[in-house]
């Protein structure tokens, strides 16, 4: 039943590891998303996906890829892990109301994924 | 590029007492969406509510209302009767509503912490 679901929800690893983080969607929205959220509460986005294609990369390091193998998925891959990429990373998805305008406002989020590098 | 600026990084109020939290955002486009989420220890983000701009009226959601002010760029959210569980972060959000732009993620304030005293 849940709508957006993120695995796994809390994460400890060493620097220089590589790691994953999934996000699956069953509400057959189009575009999917990947915000952070740092040690301040502060939230940005990282990267917008739709329909599988990338279409925002805030400036992150490109150690961090993000993945979209269908429209239900969006992973996120982080190499060389650094004490600074602790933080909480939290999918989102959205359905776009198209060119015709139709009115599509809200983002679902995931519970987040609590990212420890030790 | 659009701002939100959340100026009271904690509020407090007495429970059954109504707060008012404060927001203002920056942006050169006239159709977008407002919104105010709340963020409790669970971490889930939470919509409160949501505000369209091209819409006058004020949002209201059972205890919670919006002072949507467009010209001035504010848009404040107030909590009537405050309870116990109202207790969290509260984000002020902006996204554009520009259907050429597709879907277009959140950008979000710092954030003001409420706390609730009983």
């Known amino acids: 039943d849940t709508a957006v679901s993120q695995t796994p929800k809390y994460l400890v690893t060493q620097m220089g590891n590589d790691k994953s983080i999934k996000c699956e969607q069953n509400l057959g929205h189009d575009t999917m998303y990947w915000y952070k959220q740092d040690s301040k509460k502060f939230l940005k986005i990282m990267f917008s996906y739709n329909n599988k294609e990338l279409i925002i990369n805030e400036t992150v390091p490109n150690r961090f890829s993000p993945k979209s193998p269908d429209k239900a998925h969006l992973n996120l891959h982080i190499n060389s892990l650094e004490l600074g990429d602790s933080a909480v990373y939290f999918c989102a998805s959205s359905q776009w109301g198209g060119l015709a305008g139709v009115r599509a406002w809200e983002q679902y989020f995931g519970p987040g994924t609590r990212l420890t590098v030790t | ?118």
């Open chain 2, 1 to 118: 590029a659009q701002t939100v600026t959340q100026s009271q990084p904690e509020m407090s109020v007495q429970e059954a007492e109504t707060v008012t939290l404060s927001c203002t955002y920056d942006t050169s486009e006239s159709d977008y969406y407002l919104f105010w989420y709340k963020q409790p220890p669970s971490r889930q983000m939470i919509l409160v509510i949501r505000q369209e701009a091209y819409k006058q009226q004020n949002a209201t959601e059972n205890r919670f209302s919006v002072n949507f002010q467009k010209a001035a760029k504010s848009f404040s959210l107030k909590i009537s009767d405050s309870q116990l569980g109202d207790a969290a972060m509260y984000f002020c959000a902006y996204r554009s509503a520009n259907k050429n732009k597709g879907n277009t993620p959140l950008v979000f304030g710092k954030g003001t912490r409420l706390s609730v005293i009983a």
